[in-house]
């Protein structure tokens, strides 16, 4: 968050529209990795968050809204190079990513997961025990 920040009083609209989704979206892996889960692409991190999260009423709706609308905007602010990002904009999503990473920081403390815990989880020896990838599924669905 804090390079969302500064990239905003840098007046790095696009800049800081991308660190503010990054910064949410890492909050949303830690939620998922408590969980023992790791995805391959965004669309399915987010697509778990909402299933596991926001579906089970552990998480507002309005947050999986946020989470939707900050993937949006940044694949707008990282990949169309007619974007040009404003500071309402820009603003607006770096509030809205200190609200959902505090909330999920938040939910791992009301929970019990301790720091130690979800950095094991980050090591490669202790790596999350199901990693699901959009081409193991596929494979999966097929008789």
């Not at 991190?45 to 309005?62: H, M, P, Q, S, Y």
């Amino acid at each position: 968050m804090a390079a969302a920040r500064r990239e905003l009083k840098a007046r790095y609209f696009e800049e800081a529209t991308t660190h503010a989704y990054y910064a949410a979206f890492h909050a949303v892996t830690a939620i998922l990795a408590t969980q023992g889960l790791a995805f391959s692409s965004h669309a399915q991190t987010i697509g778990a968050f909402n299933a596991r999260f926001v579906r089970a009423g552990l998480f507002d709706k309005e947050f999986a809204k946020i989470l939707h609308r900050l993937f949006g905007n940044r694949q707008l602010a990282d990949y169309d190079w007619m974007f040009a990002g404003d500071a309402k904009s820009a603003r607006e999503d770096v509030q809205d990513a200190a609200a959902l990473v505090a909330r999920c920081h938040g939910f791992i403390r009301q929970f019990g997961v301790e720091q130690k815990t979800v950095a094991a989880l980050r090591s490669t020896k202790s790596a999350p025990s199901k990693v699901i990838s959009a081409k193991k599924k596929s494979k999966e669905g097929r008789p």
